[in-house]
């Protein structure tokens, strides 16, 4: 599930927000943030890709038409050169651009697709530029080098590496194209002046809006990051929990896989944060939460603070067989940090866990699920603590919400 947190997926080593700056400015987020980042940014500015290249398509359909009507008949040759690199090359790299904001196999190629295609439009332009300013056809030069360049840099949502691609074969185009058909030396320098300041405004644009749109990108994932996760053990919180679950439990439906929910308690907790004080009962929960959050290392598995000192762990497609192998890693691992505490028989801080397990054909709601592990965690703690008990949801003829209460014992806490 996408249950990697936003601090994990920047480069480690140092304080976040020193990540977050090295992140901005190298342009570069770790994977996979980078990713989700260039989905959201293409998804953004998809619309207006299409819309300002459907808005050029027409606007080259109605000067063309222009141009047919008021053709100047000792220009004819130069016409035929014109309108064959406006058929042969600017209008096929503008529908690949459009095909680009629908076609799948495209979309996800976007910014390398878009930023050739927008290369060739404006080669194809800067020739066509040439072609008329040198038989003074100045008809076809007001279509622009310059509006193509800015089309390109700036309305196809492309990012600041493409974009400084683009501008530099845009400016390298109007050299050799005029220089070709012999424009001027003093009209070149001029038009080049032109632009390569129009490049040089387009780059830095791009690269201060990246950089804005990847800062606010950040402060969004972490303010959503926030939200999901338990402040003190950082951990999914039950809200997000109950989300995911439902989400989870889909899936499995659907592909026909076993669940296993395991119900983890810190045994005698209230008595220990009663002793130790509340900073230490804080660490041990960070303790607990960690080793429970080090478990959940597949794919589709992942931990929440469930309430209190109790914690949960899905566990998606684990075999039958090895369904007792995983809780009792957590329960000697805990076990193993040797965390002293006078309320325990052991003398260290010790979990009691209730694992329930569902085949993929367990006739079983996802509240049933959960509520076998309610019952597994209510007995092992009866039973003494410190203990695993086991129960196949799709085994129990408990009804759901109807919960089996074990033997009266001590204290549940």
């Known amino acids: 599930m996408d249950a990697a947190r936003l601090d994990d997926a920047l480069p480690g080593g140092a304080d976040v927000s020193l990540r977050i700056k ?57 016409l035929g050169s014109i309108f064959k690199l406006r058929a042969g090359l600017l209008c096929p790299a503008l529908l690949v651009i459009l095909a680009a904001t629908y076609v799948p196999i495209l979309k996800k190629h976007f910014q390398i697709v878009v930023a050739l295609a927008a290369t060739v439009a404006g ?167 960690h080793i429970i959050e080090s478990s959940a290392n597949r794919p589709f598995d992942f931990s929440a603070r469930y309430g209190g000192e109790e914690f949960a762990l899905f566990v998606y497609g684990q075999s039958l067989e090895n369904v007792a192998v995983l809780p009792e890693q957590i329960r000697e691992a805990v076990l193993a940090e040797q965390i002293p505490h006078h309320s325990a028989s052991t003398g260290m801080v010790t979990v009691s866990i209730g694992s329930a397990y569902l085949g993929p054909d367990g006739n079983r709601s996802l509240n049933g699920l959960i509520q076998a592990a309610d019952e597994a965690l209510y007995e092992a703690k009866s039973m003494g603590r410190n203990r695993i008990v086991y129960k196949d949801a799709g085994q129990l003829q408990t009804n759901t919400g109807s919960f089996r209460a074990a033997p009266p014992a001590t204290k549940a806490g």
């Not at 003074?136 to 193509?148: D, H, K, R, Y």
């Not at 590496?161 to 012999?182: D, E, I, M, Q």
């Open 22 to 78: 090295r992140s901005i400015a190298s342009l570069t987020f770790e994977q996979p943030l980078e990713t989700q980042f260039r989905d959201d940014f293409q998804a953004r500015n998809l619309v207006r890709a299409r819309v300002s290249t459907l808005i050029y398509l027409v606007l080259l359909g109605v000067l063309t038409a222009i141009n047919l009507l008021g053709g100047a008949a000792p220009a004819q040759e130069v």
């Open 123 to 289: 080669i194809a332009v800067n020739w066509i530029t040439a072609l008329a300013a040198i038989a003074s056809l100045p008809q076809f030069a007001q279509m622009g080098n310059v509006l193509v360049l800015v089309y390109g840099c700036l309305f196809l949502g492309l990012l600041y590496k493409p974009v400084v691609f683009v501008a530099s074969a845009s400016v390298l185009a109007f050299f050799v194209a005029a220089l070709s058909v012999g424009i001027p030396p003093g009209t070149v320098a001029f038009g080049g002046a032109l632009m390569t300041a129009t490049a040089l405004m387009a780059v830095l644009s791009a690269l201060r809006v990246e950089r804005l749109v990847r800062m606010n990108f950040i402060e969004t994932r972490m303010l959503n990051d926030a939200a999901q996760r338990d402040g003190l053990t950082g951990l999914f919180n039950r809200r997000s929990f109950e989300s995911l679950t439902k989400k989870l439990w889909r899936l499995a439906r659907r592909e026909h896989q076993p669940l296993q929910f395991l119900l983890i308690d810190i045994d005698h907790f209230k008595e220990y944060n009663d002793w130790h004080g509340h900073q230490a009962g804080d660490d041990c929960l960070r303790t607990v939460a």
